[in-house]
């Protein structure tokens, strides 16, 4: 597999260090201190949602969706988009995986990164629906197998 980018700082306890990425991030931006502080806690609330999952969910166990989240940011980064899409990407992964509530994210991220967030879903929500009307089962379109069990 080809390596595309560095991987994260990484703590002494072995999680992401978020102060380390987020010096990256500011470094390359010269964003706010209000902008870093709430990239940092965009940062906390996905871990927090990534440790909050509970056992029974196998769904989304193999992937980080605070990693994932981070690794959508420094490509977002790189396109030098503005801290609001960045912290919409750090949180997308939890809000898809119903870790988080969009609601949840209005109240304590604003309008904006729900609105985005929100768009994103909907976007994920047209190629899921694309895709399973592409897919088929014994040579039929998944969408008329559907049907038929209807």
Same mark, same amino acid.
Request: proline share 1%.
């Given at each position: ?32 201190? %209000?902008? #870093?502080? &709430?990239?940092?806690? /965009?940062?906390?609330? =996905? ?5 909050? !999952?509970?056992? $029974? ?45 969009? %609601?949840? #994210?209005? &109240?304590?991220?604003? /309008?904006?990164?729900? =609105? ?5 879903? !909907?976007?994920? $929500? ?25």
């Amino acid at each position: 597999m080809v390596k595309i980018r560095d991987d994260h700082p990484i703590a002494a306890g072995g999680d992401v260090d978020i102060d380390a990425w987020l010096a990256g991030i500011e470094a390359a931006h010269h964003f706010s201190g %209000e902008q #870093i502080a &709430q990239l940092r806690a /965009a940062c906390l609330t =996905s871990r927090r949602a990534e440790l909050a !999952r509970s056992e $029974s969910d196998k769904r989304w166990q193999d992937t980080s969706c605070f990693r994932t989240g981070l690794e959508m940011a420094d490509i977002l980064s790189e396109l030098s988009l503005d801290a609001e899409t960045l912290v919409a990407a750090i949180l997308y992964r939890a809000v898809r995986e119903e870790r988080i509530p969009l %609601e949840k #994210i209005e &109240q304590d991220f604003g /309008a904006g990164v729900a =609105s985005l967030i929100d768009g994103v879903l !909907r976007m994920a $929500s047209v190629s899921a629906m694309q895709s399973l009307e592409d897919e088929s089962v014994l040579g039929r379109a998944a969408n008329v197998q559907v049907e038929n069990l209807r």
